[in-house]
């Protein structure tokens, strides 16, 4: 089998659409698959010459705990033929793909994926989550606001045409901040690629401005059959968040609103009167893979002081290795080290703690980590925390 990379987008197009059997309506060069950089797109081939499989890779930046913000490759567009599967030729693209990310200098791959059985063996392992949240029209009041987050703004309602470089503006101050946000490239908002509000489909998009009139976050919602779908609530402060979800949940004519995007430990059940009108149901978004343990551990912010011997085994890449984290003052030191290790575990799992959104304990308790000790796991709790819980609304 041949991987060859710096595909023409038409190649590359028509084999996606095969290896998934869709036929999209998006014409080359729009939408998510348009936004496909030519030099990280690979085309697999069997030996008759046939494109088999893809996989390619955005250039995003990540937010880490502490505002840091790295490069990140975002894998996308992974598929092979029907005809071609489980003959190895998605494992030997990882390799290829994987050698690639490493080659540009980035140290985190990160990815959404279609079935949580497939990428684990690959390195990568859950590391964000995402809440959808539905709430019935008549169980929307709101409980007296008592303390912060008391709303004094302004929210202006435009269609998604209307809004220029608005939501680019606002999208880019919140993701600075949000450990787990990836950059949204100024590409991404001109093709329409990605779902919306990114996306051309029509919406309405509820902007909100601080009191100084600063538009400081938005929500976008369609409304259809009964039902407010909300895509995603992006807002820099919890005012602006408290004043677009009340803004949302006071919408008259409808049954129910549908919430699809909200980031977990969000405030939003404890403000209406009633806590149990909005359960939150959860699942995994994105997906971390270390490339490189001490560039990743030292990279990102940390809040409490301490130290932790983690040895980690990396099969997928043939790189295991034992290091000492050490942080002191928001800083963390890793190097290599041949003390006794505090915790066991896969890159995969370390990729789940990464970035705050997984307690190491869990994954002590799952079976999936060891602990050589019985502080070990909560020691590795209170250092791995971020100071907000990480979230990822983008879709590539
Ligand atoms: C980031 C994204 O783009 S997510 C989108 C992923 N793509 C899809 O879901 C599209 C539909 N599916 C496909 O195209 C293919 O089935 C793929 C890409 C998921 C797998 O490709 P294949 O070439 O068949 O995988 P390959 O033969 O290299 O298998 C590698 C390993 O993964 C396992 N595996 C692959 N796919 C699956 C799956 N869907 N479920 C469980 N195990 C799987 C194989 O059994 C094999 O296991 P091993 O390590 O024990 O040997």
Redesign the pocket.
Known sequence: MEIRHDNDYDLYFSTVQA??GRYWPESAGSGVLGAYEKERSLVAFAPDGKPV?TAAAHSFDLTLPGDVLVPAAG??????LPT?????????MMQEQLADVRARGEFLSV?????A??YR?FGYGPATYTEQMTVERHRTEFAAPRGAGVETGSIELLRRVDCGELLEEIYDRYRRTQPGALSRPHRWWALGAGHPPTGPEPRYLAVHRDTGGVANGYASYLVTDGTLTVDEVIAVDDAGFTALTQFLLGHDLVKKIEFKHLPPGNPLRWQLADLRAAEPRGTDWLWVRILDVPRALTARGWFTDGSLVLDVTDPFLDQDGRYLLTVRDGKAECTRTDLAPDLSLDVSDLGSVYLGGTLPSVLVRAGHVRAHHGEAAGRADLLFRSDRAPHCVHWF
């Open positions: 290896a998934f499989g894998v996308t567009a992974v598929g092979v071609h599967r489980r003959q190895g030729v998605l494992r030997a990815l959404l994926c279609s079935e059985v497939i063996r």
